[in-house]
């Protein structure tokens, strides 16, 4: 199957600092989505991104499905950024979304 | 948007006795829906993939019997863990594939559930 790492697994920031969270995954996908998981554990949909760029706010994802690898951006960060992201390809079957290990974010002011 | 609940939040049950977790769809149909385990501070693991009128596909190594899937409608997955052991305790949560015309295709996760086992 499909396998899927995120660099850094851990990342410390100062409120306002830029970062850029990496997945890398094993084999060519048609989806890709990438999910905030909140301390009370929620995930929340950030981004579904097969391939592209989006931006919404703060934020912005970049997928090149051909070298097998997106980047999540977050920029001016703040404290409720907190937490954990993960990048989640679907599989190859498309019935399933296979998470990475995530990368867990911490914003202080 | 598309808001996927679960319910309990939480729910700590006695070893031996079977505990059961909803998951809805609450403003799209999902003829697909997921079931995911997550422990203390790691990623989430697929269990099974719930499909609406057929049976539940178990990832390997996930006990069937043990882990009871029902999708009996459009909008509403059943997990039932039965015979619940203190190994069993952990955070499940459910989440569906918004397939209306359209729409790509997005998962959108419930706010999971809690299950701890005395």
């Known amino acids: 199957g499909i396998q899927v790492e995120q660099s850094p697994p851990d990342l410390i920031l100062q409120e306002g600092a830029n970062s850029t969270l990496r997945c890398n995954f094993s084999?060519?996908?048609?989806?890709l989505q990438w999910f905030h998981q909140n301390p009370w554990g929620q995930l929340i949909n950030l981004f579904y991104?097969?391939?592209g760029t989006k931006q919404n706010g703060r934020l912005s994802a970049t997928t090149v499905a051909t070298e097998r690898y997106s980047l999540l951006y977050i920029s001016s960060s703040q404290t409720t950024d907190s937490g954990v992201y993960f990048c989640a390809p679907e599989n190859q079957a498309g019935t399933a979304l296979i998470f990475g290990k995530g990368t867990t974010l911490s914003v202080s002011s | 948007g598309a808001v996927v609940s679960q319910h309990p939040s939480w729910v700590i049950c006695k070893s031996g006795t079977s505990v059961k977790i909803e998951c809805r769809s609450l403003d799209f149909q999902a003829t697909t829906m997921f079931w995911y385990r997550q422990f203390p501070k790691q990623s989430l693991m697929l269990m099974a993939t719930?499909?609406?009128?057929?049976?539940?596909?178990?990832e390997q190594g996930v006990e069937k019997d043990k882990f009871l899937i029902n999708h009996a409608s459009l909008t509403l997955s059943t997990l039932t863990v039965t015979s619940a052991h203190p190994e069993d305790s952990s955070f499940y949560i459910c989440?569906?594939?918004?397939?209306?015309?359209?729409?790509?295709?997005?998962?959108?996760f419930g706010p999971g559930t809690r299950l701890t086992v005395t």
């Open positions: 719930s499909n609406e009128g057929s049976k539940a596909t178990y």
């Open positions: 989440s569906a594939r918004d397939q209306r015309a359209g729409n790509s295709y997005e998962q959108y």
């Open positions: 991104i097969p391939s």
């Open positions: 084999d060519s996908v048609n989806n």
